[in-house]
């Protein structure tokens, strides 16, 4: 969901395997490493870590933890690797969860070869199969996107391998992760394609993303202050399970630094995105928070809705049957103080708010809680579920963390549940919710390098 650039990971990129250091207090080694059908259970080597600072403990078992309160699982390293592995997004289904990213495949850190990998669990996140490489090619390959059906398991994905510019990539599997087919190119033109969203709703399957001309994709975008902007968000869909789609939409132009969002249920498809052209273009009209839906399928979209003017930021949406939660934070280019949304109760003609996510008065007397919400980003929430957001804060200069908070009812105050807790720089979270329990991942450096770290919690009904 949430693609905005991890605050070290290009200095990361540049200095990948010189500037490595090790952060772990202990290391105890008790069993082999096992497999059983081709999978291995998350107490892999058994080991347990306890990080510099931290209050949770980093462990590859089973085992659950107390967390201010609530039971989560003790954090687990799912990528457990030397390499780079970063924009890590989580879907679930039933009993099953599974989780994409990329990753770097070469210790040249100047090639800069990524690649997309996935890993599934079909055991509420127990154990999970070994990683999967679904780009396996020669070039950069980023920022993947899930999304999960009873039809199938669909993925999207940014690649320059085959060409000048970046593409949107697509490939689904329809036998459970089994095998996956033939890798289409959605996007296939001359502007570099970007910030890939995807969505499914029983056999349709929904895509948009943003296309930035070569000449305004260049890395120093301070000087696009000076000219003109030409970008737009472009939309696909597909009725038959991602066999075929229909000719792109242009859902909108001349925006820039835009994040569009999908989501659906059943003929309806919306979308939604931030458009950051104030400080460039000085197009007042055409900045802020917007909305559009489809009632059919995404062949037609009605007229797009501003949505907000001002506090506003990378956005997610929530889709429950007729109701709707759009939910957001801050950019890495500005802070917004808070976290906002947004609800509708009737497939998105008329909105609440914006409300603000209320936090308790007083702090508990937990580690894990936080007592106010600093300067939040990379704001998600589950795509079909919109009692849970997580996202990344602020707690010193050195130091972020992932939190959890329930936005369920507007009118209540909240508490706020530090999951990540290190002393480390943890980002850009995901979440998924699914037969009571919550999945959530995150991207996390306090390792030593970046790793997808995961755990999971159940649904509590007091949580307030």
Not at 337 to 357: A, L, M
Not at 448 to 464: Q, R, V, W
């Amino acid at each position: 969901m949430g693609k905005q650039m991890s605050i070290f990971h290009n200095l990361y990129l540049k200095n990948m395997h010189e500037s490595k250091f090790i952060l772990f207090t202990f290391l105890i080694l008790i069993s082999s490493l096992f497999y059983i059908n081709e999978s291995f259970a998350i107490n892999e080597n058994n080991k347990k870590l306890i990080l510099n600072g931290s209050s949770r403990l980093f462990d590859n078992d089973n085992n659950n933890t107390l967390v201010s309160g609530h039971i989560f699982s003790k954090i687990t390293n799912i990528t457990n690797n030397n390499y780079d592995s970063v924009y890590g997004q989580i879907a679930a289904i039933d009993n099953k969860v599974y989780v994409v990213w990329q990753e770097s495949v070469t210790d040249n850190s100047n090639e800069k070869n990524y690649e997309v990998y996935l890993k599934k669990s079909e055991d509420q996140g127990n154990t999970f199969s070994k990683a999967i490489n679904l780009s396996n090619n020669s070039g950069f390959s980023e920022h993947p996107q899930i999304a999960v059906s009873k039809n199938g398991i669909f993925i999207v994905w940014g690649d320059n391998t085959n060409s000048n510019n970046t593409e949107i990539m697509f490939t689904k599997s329809l036998d459970n992760g089994t095998t996956f087919g033939k890798i289409k190119n959605l996007s296939n033109n001359s502007k570099d394609s970007n910030n890939q969203e995807i969505s499914v709703s029983d056999q349709n399957v929904y895509v948009v993303w943003q296309d930035i001309d070569k000449t305004d994709s260049s890395s120093n975008k301070k000087n696009l202050k000076d000219k003109e902007i030409s970008s737009s968000i472009s939309f696909k869909g597909s009725t038959d399970k991602g066999n075929t789609f229909n000719d792109e939409i242009e859902i909108t132009n001349n925006t820039y630094d835009s994040y569009p969002k999908v989501n659906s249920f059943k003929n309806y498809v919306y979308v939604v995105w931030n458009s950051e052209n104030k400080s460039s273009s000085k197009d007042y009209t055409n900045t802020g928070l917007f909305f559009i839906k489809s009632s059919d399928y995404g062949k037609n979209f009605d007229n797009s809705i501003r949505l907000v003017n001002d506090n506003f930021g990378e956005s997610q949406i929530s889709v429950v049957k007729d109701e709707l939660v759009i939910v957001w934070g801050g950019l890495h280019s500005k802070s917004i103080n808070n976290i906002y949304f947004v609800q509708s109760e009737d497939n998105g003609v008329t909105f609440k708010g914006p409300s603000i996510i209320l936090q308790k008065d007083t702090k508990p007397n937990y580690n894990n809680y936080s007592d106010r919400i600093n300067n939040p980003s990379n704001v998600e929430i589950a795509n079909d579920d919109h009692s849970y957001a997580v996202w990344q804060d602020i707690i010193s200069q050195e130091n972020q963390d992932i939190f959890l908070g329930n936005i369920k009812n507007s009118t209540q105050s909240i508490k706020i549940i530090n999951l990540s807790n290190n002393s480390g720089i943890s980002e850009c979270p995901s979440i998924a919710i699914s037969n009571n329990n919550i999945y959530v991942i995150w991207e996390d450096f306090t390792p030593g390098n970046h790793e997808i770290l995961f755990t999971k919690g159940a649904l509590n009904s007091n949580y307030n």
